[in-house]
């Protein structure tokens, strides 16, 4: 079934058996866990140790002169006050408190005239630091989808990152399916998923991409679906893809969390915290919440990250 446009799709019986909250933006506004600055992860530490390598797989930075209204403008489409303020220094300071070995790095071009210098600032800041991961942007209307492909491998940019709700490009569309066609089987996607109150990144859209790319290596992020993340099981169990738990096990809790990651398989999963929409030392400590294993936690933390990027991700401290 196919929930229509508006419906809260989010919000099933099973959820609500689960004591899970709903996204901000279907019930009142949410009030983050933190506020920008705010340093739980130096008081919090695992009942077991740490893997190795911890990747944080979703993470959006923006330049120090523009993070303030970037972070209001995402806060204001979700209707929920951001937990971080979106600069690499703050980003930074985090993940080492958190103890997070790599944070991959994007942001989104909301026009086309916005992707080169988008790309420009994530290289820079990946070559400033190490422990970054850059993903680059696209946007559906750039005009030479396949020199930009070629220009951001040559600065060492290793993916893209789509947000087609806030992009206002439906995931399928045939200006989209062009630019895949130049990228399977060659570098990664992240696809932001699902929305309640759009149908631009529905599953039923992202399950005709994978199947007409069998190829392509994509992180439906959000558990596949933001707001319709059962919804998302009907379309994405049994697809090629892997599923970020980035803005989503706040709402669905522990136990739920637990079920769909045992449901899609920790091979499948990778862990992201969305910063700065969330603080990712307090999404590491909500992970560890979830009733897994020790290898459960590590392939999350650490392996599927490594199977995504096709990369061997080696400690840095």
């Known amino acids: 079934m196919i929930m229509q446009k508006g419906q809260r799709a989010g919000h099933t019986r099973q959820a609500q058996e689960n004591g899970s909250q709903q996204p901000a933006s279907v019930m009142q506004k949410t009030q983050a ?7 739980p992860s130096r008081l919090w530490q695992p009942a077991s140790p740490l893997p190795p390598v911890v990747v944080d797989i979703h993470n959006h930075i923006y330049p120090e002169k523009i993070a303030a209204k970037a972070v209001e403008s995402v806060g204001r489409f979700y209707g929920i006050e951001m937990s971080a303020d979106g600069s690499a220094r703050n980003l930074l300071s985090i993940q080492q408190q958190a103890h997070i070995s790599y944070s991959l790095v994007c942001s989104v071009a909301l026009k086309p005239d916005q992707v080169q210098t988008i790309n420009d600032f994530i290289a820079a800041e990946c070559q400033r630091h190490p422990s970054f991961i850059g993903f680059a942007t696209m946007h559906h209307d750039f005009p030479n989808k396949a020199a930009e492909i070629q220009r951001v491998c040559d600065l060492g940019l ?18 989209l ?21 759009f149908d631009n990144s529905h599953p039923h859209r992202t399950q005709r991409v994978l199947r007409q790319f069998p190829l392509l290596k994509v992180n439906c992020a959000h558990f596949g679906g933001w707001s319709l993340y059962d919804l ?27 079920e769909l990651i045992h449901h899609y398989g920790a091979e499948r999963i990778l862990f992201g915290s969305d910063f700065p929409m969330w603080h990712p030392g307090t999404e590491l400590e909500r992970f560890y919440q979830n ?5 459960e936690r590590e392939q999350i933390l650490w392996h599927s990250a490594e199977a995504y990027l096709d990369r061997d991700l080696k400690p840095l401290f």
């Open 177 to 197: 399916l062009e630019f895949y066609a130049l990228i399977e089987d060659k570098l990664p996607l992240m696809l932001h998923c699902g929305d309640y109150r």
């Open 158 to 175: 290793t993916g893209f990152k789509l947000h087609p709700d806030s992009q206002g490009v439906n995931v399928d569309d045939p200006r």
């Open 291 to 295: 009733v897994l294993t020790p290898a």
């Open 232 to 258: 998302a099981v009907e379309f994405l169990e049994h697809e090629r893809c892997f599923l970020d738990i980035s803005s989503a096990s706040v709402y669905l809790g522990p136990r739920r969390t637990t």
């Open 33 to 39: 866990t933190q506020s920008p600055g705010d340093e």
